[in-house]
């Protein structure tokens, strides 16, 4: 369930955002009559990212076991390659995010109505197909049906509640801050989707080695305990990996870490001709 509700909160306060971005633009500019299609596409956006959800589990539902597992695994791969951009892309433009949507509000003001439900349709699409995909891939260990669903419930709320306090400007958080830490935890949860991906991939008989196993460690992490399910659900650590899904967790989310907390190098400014005197 956190990992679901982490995935909500993340990919929802981005939206939020993006949302809350968009509806400050048009009531500082006094274009309240076009706030309507704001959330006209935003509404279509959300329905299309239910509609992806809805599909990716019909489609898994209708196919036989080895088929089934090889639509998980590719699914699993697309989630954890997703957030992984979605991660380091939210880190290089998040400063001037703002100042690019106002722009694009404003062109598109200018050609009309249906660009601007366009235009926030297409703003807050991309966030909620991710949800879709990540919640699809992330919820596939899960040890009931209703908890994934409960999670990213919650962590959707969770996050209109926070961007509706940013826009009154009754909440302030360090959004800095903030998306440093749900970054690292989420690069957690996206080694552990990768490891489903690898463990789908050995169901389906197309990697070997289902069977190897690289430690037993259910003495100090049982499967039926509270924290053993918790890890699990979190980040896809189990008692009795294989050597396979090991190796592709620590090859996955060690090098991703190091770049994540790599400090950023400073821009570097172009070079200044000096005019020279004849």
Sequence with gaps: MFASYLIGLREGLEATLVVSVLVAFLVKSDRRDRLP???????????????????????????????????????????????????????????????????????????GPLAVIVMAFLSVAREGLETALLFFASAQGASSNTSPLIGITLGVLT??????????????????TFFTWTGLLLILVAAGIFKYGVHDLQEAGVLPGLSTQAFDISAVLPADSWWGALLAGMFNITPQPTVLETVAWFAYAVPTLILFLRPASPRRSAPSSTPTTA
Excluded: H, P
């Design 37 to 111: 299609l704001v959330w006209a596409g935003v509404c279509a956006a959300v329905v299309l990212s239910i509609g992806f959800g809805a599909l990716l589990t019909f489609t898994a539902a209708r196919l036989e076991y080895r088929q089934q597992e090889l639509f998980e695994a590719v699914t699993s791969l697309l989630a954890t390659a997703f957030v992984t951009w979605m991660i380091f892309w939210m880190r290089r433009a998040a400063r001037s995010l703002s100042g690019e949507l106002r722009a694009k509000l404003s062109d598109a003001l200018r050609l």
């Design 159 to 176: 996050s209109i509640v926070i961007g509706w306090g940013l826009y009154r400007s009754a909440l302030k958080i360090n959004l800095t």
